[in-house]
């Protein structure tokens, strides 16, 4: 599983069409993807900032597409980096890339 976080938006970000996306990719359901969609659109505009980021676990195999498709509906979307230094057992993030 891969750690994507939903950070921001930019203009013109197709909200019903990023909700779908969740759905489709992720398997949430509507009140889950429309929640989390919502949430996004609380931060402002064109920042990574968000009062509480969205994080969600992905499946290694959708992770890219899945980044790539919401950054075209124009979500900002980063990913979070494992430590790779600490033990396996731990699941801190040492660093988050915003996924072109």
Do not use: Y
Request: charged share 20%; aromatic share 4%; glycine share 4%.
């Amino acid at each position: 599983m891969v750690t994507i976080i939903l950070a921001g938006w930019r203009s013109g970000l197709r909200k019903v069409a990023l909700t779908r996306l969740q759905q489709e990719l992720l398997h949430l359901s509507l009140k889950e993807a429309k929640n989390n969609t919502d949430r996004l659109l609380e931060s402002p505009e064109n920042t990574l900032q968000t009062a509480s980021p969205i994080t969600l676990s992905v499946p290694d195999k959708a992770a890219a597409e899945f980044i790539s498709r919401a950054n075209s509906l124009g979500a900002l979307v980063g990913f979070v980096l494992p430590d790779r230094a600490s033990p396996a057992s731990s699941s801190e993030a040492t660093a988050i890339q915003q996924a072109a």
